[in-house]
């Protein structure tokens, strides 16, 4: 399998823009995370998803980012409009498997790290 | 709710070393926890899980850990670093089934010659 796959991997935009981050879980997987990574803040869970449906989006930190799920296989976060304080590193991460504990065994993309300018 | 305390936001040892990285948790039932490592420019790897039985759990790359219910600890060791451990780590508790992941702030490792 070639894991959690991301894209971009990185994004410089100015202010105001629209940015649309991409994940494609590991085939199988039915659960699906977005964190955001900061040095202030370090790593914040924004949103997950089960089963395509989302769960929990208390992290999600204003109305400006949204996320889907449209399929099992695809997930977009999405910045509009997008601010300088965005800028950090945006990781995918997806879990699954039979049992609670391969439920809660997360495996991270690379990341996309975003920039606004 | 489910938290994570790592106090030590940076450590630096020699090559050859022994390491062991704290973590503390908060959580009402029985924990599952985690430790995982990032390298720069890269995401989360697993190092090691535990969620019951034996409480002193073996890892990738040499590493092991302890839980102490007594002590709501799970703390990260090696007994003797390499370079390449220098690296980014990470205690992460959950609470089973198809919850969410809680990380700590991270513990970022210096390995000095």
């Known amino acids: 399998d070639a894991g959690v796959i991301q894209s971009p991997r990185h994004e410089v935009t100015e202010m105001g823009q629209e940015v649309t981050l991409r994940c494609k879980p590991i085939s199988g997987h039915n659960s699906l995370f977005w964190y955001r990574q900061t040095m202030m803040r370090g790593l914040e869970l924004l949103i997950y998803f089960n089963n395509n449906v989302p769960i929990d989006d208390s992290g999600m930190p204003e109305d400006r980012f949204s996320a889907k799920m449209p399929n099992a296989s695809f997930s977009t976060l999405k910045i509009q409009p997008s601010e300088p304080r965005d800028s950090a590193v945006y990781f995918c991460?997806?879990?699954?498997?039979?049992?609670?504990?391969?439920?809660?065994?997360?495996?991270f993309g690379a990341g996309s790290r975003l920039t606004v300018l | 709710a489910q938290s994570v305390t790592q106090p030590d936001i940076h450590i630096t040892v020699s090559e050859g070393a022994s390491l062991e990285l704290r973590c503390n948790y908060s959580?009402?039932?029985?924990?599952?926890l985690f430790w995982y490592v990032q390298s720069p420019g890269q995401g989360l790897q697993l190092l090691l899980k535990?969620?019951?039985?034996?409480?002193l759990v073996q890892g990738i790359k040499g590493f092991e850990a302890e839980f102490k219910r007594s002590q709501s600890s799970f703390n990260l060791r090696k007994p003797s670093v390499h370079w390449s451990d220098a690296a980014e780590y990470f205690c992460?508790?959950?609470?089973?089934?198809?919850?969410?992941?809680?990380f700590g702030t991270g513990t970022k490792l210096q390995v000095i010659p």
């Open positions: 991460a997806s879990s699954g498997g039979t049992g609670s504990v391969g439920a809660n065994v997360l495996t």
């Open positions: 992460a508790v959950g609470a089973g089934g198809y919850q969410k992941v809680t």
């Open positions: 535990y969620f019951s039985g034996d409480t």
């Open positions: 959580y009402g039932a029985t924990p599952y």
